[in-house]
């Protein structure tokens, strides 16, 4: 399923990476948006992308662990953005979050994989997790990246040949820093 609107014109993260892209960018701070703000919300997200049936249903506790497993993914892009690892507390809290979703391992049809664990919307989340796991291992994961714009956060793909895309859209977000360092060199010259 390809993610949808990308800043910038940027391609989608190439599937199954572009699940995870589209699960963290259901949040958008700078508009003050989220697509998950209910359980019901998030039961319909996971719906659509055939990740639970018809009859699973979010709880409560699995909505707080996946609002905290969307704010880790997003961390931990942001670190491959920024090439450096998050503090060791952030790590645990992270850990954390990764560990409400527990994996297997599971024979497949091309060989032994990690794949979700447990029923309903925690193995749909699951799956997301699987994704990042099977992505870290291909080498593809350090190029899904948060947009450094503090207010943005927008998961992109870099698929620059240095991987040194920094925002999800020069036009806006590099555009809004590249006109605040003007800003600060011009009000430090006076």
Aim: proline residues 6%; contains cysteine; glycine residues 8%.
């Amino acid at each position: 399923m390809a993610a949808s609107f990308q800043p910038g014109g940027r391609a989608p993260a190439p599937e199954p990476l572009d699940l995870v892209q589209d699960f963290v960018n259901t949040e958008i701070p700078d508009w003050n948006r989220d697509d998950i703000a209910t359980p019901e919300a998030l039961a319909a997200w996971l719906r659509a992308r055939g990740l639970i049936c018809a009859a699973d249903v979010v709880d409560g506790e699995t909505f707080v662990a996946a609002r905290a497993l969307r704010a880790a993914l997003r961390e931990l892009a942001l670190a491959n953005t920024l090439d450096e690892a998050p503090a060791p507390a952030r790590r645990a809290a992270i850990d954390a979050a990764f560990g409400a979703f527990p994996l297997v391992v599971r024979a497949g049809s091309d060989g032994p994989g990690v794949a979700p664990a447990g029923s309903g919307a925690r193995r749909g989340l699951g799956a997301i997790v699987a994704v990042v796991a099977a992505a870290r291992a291909a080498g593809t994961w350090e190029r899904l990246k948060a947009c450094r714009q503090e207010t943005c956060g927008w998961l992109f793909y870099d698929v620059s040949r240095n991987r040194s895309s920094s925002w999800c859209s020069m036009q806006v977000c590099g555009g809004r820093e590249k006109s605040r360092a003007y800003r600060r060199r011009r009000a430090g010259r006076t």
